[in-house]
DNA sequence: CTCGAACCTCAACCTCACATGAGGTCAACC
DNA sequence: GGTTGACCTCATGTGAGGTTGAGGTTCGAG
């Protein structure tokens, strides 16, 4: 049989994540490993499925703090079931579908702005998001901050 | 009559964004403004509507460095119409419509995990990274987090 | 004219999620 | 025992989109 522990490369390999990336995870600590002798990092098989589940994480719009504190509800002593996945990755169900909603609102105003040609500070909702009412010229006009955005490679 | 130029403070205030953003946005081209003899910045009344244009441009999920593409088509000499800036805006769409398609796929997986509880780096469509190579193929943007991360403002 | 608030530039710093490189060590094969 | 490649730590870099602070200048009300 297959030698149980996986170094770091083999974890990299089978995960298609960088070796950087995984000691970054250590450091971040989401992810554990026995040491040799010699100081080198051995994984247990499971941490595949650990790695698995943070960029799952990731995709669906976790930081790594989100992720790092979501495996610290993990039981402690024995390895994670299927249900124990299962219940962390249903939480992101709210998650998406906020984040589509949001989509589907700007899209919505979007639609509405091209449509009626207002493009106005005042009036316009796509430009005026919080509603900010149709006062006089020196009204304050507030606009929502920026969306985050996170341009990312894969190694 | 109110005073037609804007000083960055005024225009910091109307708009919701911090001056240094101002002023970052004039660095990277994206806003010009004149300046008095003593090298204070004054904003043109139409600067408002182009700065709120660069925020919705970043609410769709552009960078500023295609905010600034974009702010380039406008015609030079003389102040954009609703129909310029319609055009750019209703560029915004298909990519909208794109990310929102990638969410609902991220959620039927997410389901489909759930449901059948896999949960199995091989053949689970949700934790195979396999596939994120045609996920993020074509330029795809991120994910964003549900809560949008906010900036401060100094007022 | 005075004085404080607002403005200026420039440099340094921040977050996030890593990548890269230097300089050195370990493990496995021949 | 030698070689080679994988591994180690630590420091520094990246990029987007800014913020913060120092040190100095300008504006405008009184």
């Given at each position: 049989?297959a030698?149980p522990?996986?170094?770091?490369?083999?974890?990299?390999q089978?995960s298609?994540?960088?070796?950087?990336?995984?000691?970054?995870y250590?450091s971040?600590?989401?992810l554990?490993a026995?040491?040799?002798?010699?100081?080198?990092?051995?994984?247990?098989r499971?941490?595949l499925?650990?790695?698995a589940?943070?960029?799952a994480?990731?995709?669906?719009?976790l930081?790594?703090?989100?992720?790092?504190e979501?495996?610290?509800?993990l039981?402690?002593?024995?390895?994670?079931?299927?249900?124990d996945?299962?219940?962390l990755?249903?939480?992101?169900?709210?998650?998406i579908?906020?984040q589509?909603?949001?989509?589907?609102?700007?899209?919505?105003?979007?639609?509405?702005c091209?449509?009626?040609?207002?493009?106005?500070?005042?009036?316009?909702?796509?430009?005026?998001?919080?509603d900010r009412?149709?006062?006089?010229?020196?009204g304050?006009?507030?606009?929502?901050?920026?969306?985050?955005?996170r341009?990312?490679r894969?190694?």
């Open positions: 049989m030698d522990w996986l170094t770091i490369g083999a974890l990299s089978r298609g994540v960088a070796p950087s990336a995984l000691r970054y250590e971040q600590g989401l554990t026995e040491r040799t002798s010699g100081n080198q990092r051995r994984y247990r499971s941490t499925r650990r790695v589940f943070i960029r994480a990731q995709r669906v719009g930081t790594l703090d989100e992720v790092a979501a495996l610290r509800t039981p402690e002593g024995r390895a994670p079931t299927k249900a996945w299962s219940r990755s249903r939480s992101w169900r709210p998650r579908d906020a589509i909603a949001r989509l589907e609102l700007l899209r919505e105003r979007l639609d509405g091209i449509g009626c040609g207002c493009l106005s500070l005042r009036s316009c909702t796509l430009w005026n998001p919080e009412a149709a006062d006089e010229g020196t304050a006009v507030r606009l929502e901050p920026a969306a985050p955005r341009a990312n894969d190694g």
